[in-house]
Every structure is written in C-alpha cells, then in structure tokens.
C-alpha cells in the first residue's frame, strides 16, 4: 500500500526558502515519477515539479529558477527546495507519486507572507 507525506511547510516572509520533504512507502519509490503540485486558496491545483526515476526533472515555469526538486531512492524521500519565496506561492503543496497508477499525499501548508 503506497503512502505519501509531506512535510517542511510553514510561514515565511517573501525571499525566504523552504524546503520541502515527501516520503513514500510501498516499496516502488525508485521506480517512480515523482512530481510536486500545490493548490492556492480558491484556486485549481497545479503542477509545480517533476523528477524522473533516472533524475531528469522538469519545471513549471514559475518554478524554473527557484525551485528545486531532488530524490534520494534510498531514504525513499523526494524534495522541493524553494527558493526566493513569494506571496503568489502561498497554497498547499502536495506530493504525487506516479507508477501505473496516481498516488497523493495530504498537501502540506506554505505560506509566504509579511
């Protein structure tokens, strides 16, 4: 059974950094696409990051530049670094884990913020 959990949200003033963690469970992480999204308030949810499972990554181009995502398949945990954090970033930031089928954490919360 596959888990997802995020972690590393919190409030930050604009120019700050965060850095995002989602770790996963069911044993098929290192086959896996992985991909961060976020949902601002009243909005849709959109895609923000994606890393292969040979590391090629890809970038939503607000996020190009500021944000970075990473994977380690032996402690089976996907980052989001972010960087030069702005107001319009402010939204829950979800995980998702992609082999055959669609998997989602529970989002964690980030808010940026004066």
């Known amino acids: 059974q596959v888990q997802l959990v995020e972690s590393g949200g919190g409030t930050v003033r604009p120019g700050g950094s965060l850095r995002l963690s989602c770790v996963a469970s069911?044993?098929?992480?290192?086959?896996?696409?992985m991909d961060w999204y976020r949902q601002a308030p009243g909005k849709q949810r959109e895609f923000v990051a994606t890393?292969?499972?040979?590391?090629?990554?890809d970038y939503a181009r607000f996020a190009e530049g500021r944000f970075a995502i990473s994977r380690d398949n032996a402690k089976n945990t996907v980052y989001l670094q972010m960087n030069s954090l702005k107001p319009e970033d402010t939204g829950v930031y979800y995980c998702?884990?992609?082999?055959?089928?669609?998997?989602w954490g529970q989002g964690t919360q980030v808010t940026v913020s004066s």
């Open positions: 998702n884990m992609y082999y055959f089928e669609s998997y």
């Open positions: 069911g044993g098929i992480f290192s086959k896996a696409v």
């Open positions: 890393i292969t499972s040979s590391g090629t990554t």
